[in-house]
């Protein structure tokens, strides 16, 4: 049928259209014949079921909620090619939750000074060096030259601290470029990539997914730019939903959030890490990454919501530090450690200097 006209169509096109088959109160529920659908495609997805009807006049507001996924789609995708197993095959740490840091400030720092935060970091206890959104290939911090010094810097500090170490390097860009930067990246040595995934889009992340299965690389997923479509909830497309496009497209590791303990604003966070490691028709799951105002003192809670399987981010809780940026990593696992251990984390500081200047900065405050 037309959009806004009607038009005389046969019975074979009629059973191509969409059924509404529940309302209840403002949630309703629709299904769509897979015949709709390109295999592999999610663009083509997303055209059909997030498309034009998001602006049409005759539509108010409308929130893409959750979706379920039949099984003949699912199977179209790769998925992700590691998920949350990088913890034992990257890194041995299957009873704990990973660690990562990004360099402050955000943007301005030298190849030398990005890779020397991460060398800090890294021998702190850190188990990742996180490139920032933001960051690609800028005049004041090119790309290739910043990815050699960085896995230069990780190499000693594996070699000092016995610890398997690695980097999330931000390839995000046009496509062609995203592609050669992977292949940079395998060269070098590195384990992972990282895509700003909504910036550069579901084709382009599809795209680095199977270049990633030749060279063997993990995919790090930030998604700069969701609150642009998830922050409202009368409207748009909601976080749990793009965690589901990003697993299915096969990234390994995405950002959900700290459960309202951090900075941002988070959806349902337990309910998107819950899918993201549910059974899905054989698909590996992914690895939560929780981000976003977080320091030592807040940890326990975080752990006791969000479990030990997720990867924790922390940036200003580390490099604020007030002895610097390697005692703050060394802090941020003192707190990992304390908890795991089931311990008391004031008590545990009392034998952990590091974790007791950061308890006597920041306490167990949420920041706003």
């Known amino acids: 049928n037309g959009t806004w006209s009607g038009l005389e169509v046969d019975e074979r096109i009629r059973e191509m259209s969409a059924t509404t088959f529940s309302i209840e109160d403002n949630i309703i529920r629709i299904a769509y014949p897979e015949t709709l659908f390109e295999p592999n495609s999610m663009p083509q997805i997303l055209s059909c079921i997030a498309g034009n009807i998001m602006g049409m006049k005759a539509v108010d507001r409308i929130r ?64 990742l060096l996180k490139d920032d959104e933001n960051l690609t290939d800028q005049s004041f911090n090119r790309f290739k030259d910043r990815v050699k010094e960085s896995l230069k810097m990780r190499d000693k500090a594996e070699n000092e601290t016995g610890e398997k170490k690695s980097y999330l390097i931000n390839i995000t860009g046009d496509t062609e470029t995203m592609l050669d930067r992977a292949e940079f990246v395998a060269e070098q040595n590195g384990e992972y990539v990282m895509v700003d995934i909504i910036t550069a889009g579901w084709a382009s992340l599809q795209s680095v997914r199977k270049k990633c299965e030749e060279l063997g690389l993990a995919i790090h997923a930030h998604r700069a730019m969701h609150a642009a479509f998830d922050r409202l909830d009368q409207h748009g497309v909601s976080m749990r939903c793009i965690a589901q496009f990003a697993r299915l497209c096969g990234v390994d590791q995405i950002h959900t959030g700290t459960a309202n303990l951090g900075k941002l604003e988070n959806e349902d966070t337990i309910g998107i890490n819950d899918w993201l490691r549910s059974d899905l028709y054989g698909l590996n799951d992914v ?59 004031q008590n545990y500081a009392e034998g952990h200097p590091e974790l007791k200047r950061a308890l006597d900065k920041w306490g167990d405050m949420s920041p706003r």
């Open 287 to 345: 690895l939560p990454v929780a981000s976003g105002g977080l320091h030592p003192g807040i940890l326990p809670k975080l752990l006791d919501i969000l479990g030990q399987n997720i990867c924790i981010q922390v940036g200003g809780g580390i490099h604020g530090h007030p002895d610097g940026t390697h005692a703050g990593s060394k802090a941020v696992r003192q707190a990992i450690d304390s908890t795991i251990q089931g311990r008391d984390i």
């Open 64 to 127: 893409l909620r959750d979706c379920v996924w039949p099984e003949s789609i699912v199977k179209d995708f790769p998925g992700p090619q590691y998920g949350s197993s990088v913890r034992k095959k990257i890194f041995d740490a299957e009873d704990r939750p990973i660690t990562a840091t990004v360099p402050k400030p955000k943007v301005g720092l030298t190849t030398e000074q990005h890779a020397k935060i991460g060398y800090e970091a890294w021998t702190g206890g850190i188990d």
